[in-house]
């Protein structure tokens, strides 16, 4: 069983709709939860990291967690096609130590 | 603030030849971590160092890869022989020692190993 899981894709949404992003994790004791955003060819760059039950909004994207149900999940209001992106769900199990998903890739399109 | 330093940035090799990875931590980051990313796929932790101390490198092929991290700055990934399925990005990255439930890394721009 992978550590955390996430539908590959590819999620298509017209541009100005929500996009839903959804990661589940396999240790309960997990910590934070991170959402890394990687455009083709460069690195993972962070988004929001969320460590406590609810959502947690910055701008446009809103992470949610739900440590009951061991899921997280990302939304991004307005998608903009510069929001194209592959989006990484990281778990954080312990301190300093981090798993990945295979990340899902999201096409907005114009 | 400096990032997180990677070269080389692209690297073709053939098989069974050795390649080398260097990476530039943020300056006061105690914590490296290296990662190999295959296409598709999301990035698995291959060795992670605190100071120069190894924490974690159980997914590490100790038989062709070997990384180090002396004086605990910066460190090299080793792969000697490489073979085909080792071509992917090599990303490092970097973060505080904390114990905070929500500590961040930071990644380097990553090196494309490309093995024919």
């Known amino acids: 069983q992978k550590e955390v899981e996430q539908n590959s894709g590819p999620l298509s949404v017209p541009e100005g709709a929500i996009a839903s992003l959804n990661c589940t994790y396999s240790?309960?004791?997990?910590?934070?939860f991170f959402w890394y955003r990687q455009y083709s060819g460069k690195s993972p760059e962070l988004i929001m990291f969320?460590?406590?039950?609810g959502d947690k909004e910055d701008g446009r994207f809103t992470a949610q967690l739900n440590k009951a149900s061991q899921y997280v999940s990302l939304l991004i209001r307005d998608s903009q096609p510069s929001d194209s992106a592959t989006y990484l769900c990281?778990?954080?199990?312990?301190?300093?130590?981090?798993?990945f998903g295979s990340g899902t890739k999201l096409n907005v399109k114009p | 603030e400096a990032g997180v330093a990677q070269s080389p940035r692209y690297k073709i090799i053939e098989k069974r030849q050795s390649v080398a990875f260097w990476c530039n931590p943020i300056?006061?980051?105690?914590?490296l971590y290296w990662y190999q990313q295959i296409l598709g796929q999301g990035p698995k932790l291959l060795i992670q160092?605190?100071?120069?101390?190894?924490?974690?490198d159980s997914q590490l092929p100790k038989d062709r890869f070997s990384a180090e991290r002396l004086k605990g700055v910066d460190s090299t990934l080793k792969i000697q022989p490489a073979k085909l399925e080792d071509s992917a990005v090599y990303l490092c990255?970097?973060?505080?020692?904390?114990?905070?439930?929500?500590?961040?890394?930071?990644f380097g721009p990553g090196t494309r190993l490309t093995v024919l």
């Open positions: 990255a970097s973060s505080l020692w904390s114990t905070r439930s929500y500590n961040e890394q930071f």
């Open positions: 990281a778990v954080n199990p312990l301190f300093n130590k981090f798993y």
């Open positions: 969320i460590y406590s039950n």
């Open positions: 240790d309960r004791g997990s910590q934070s």
């Open positions: 300056s006061g980051h105690a914590t």
């Open positions: 160092f605190q100071n120069n101390g190894v924490v974690d």
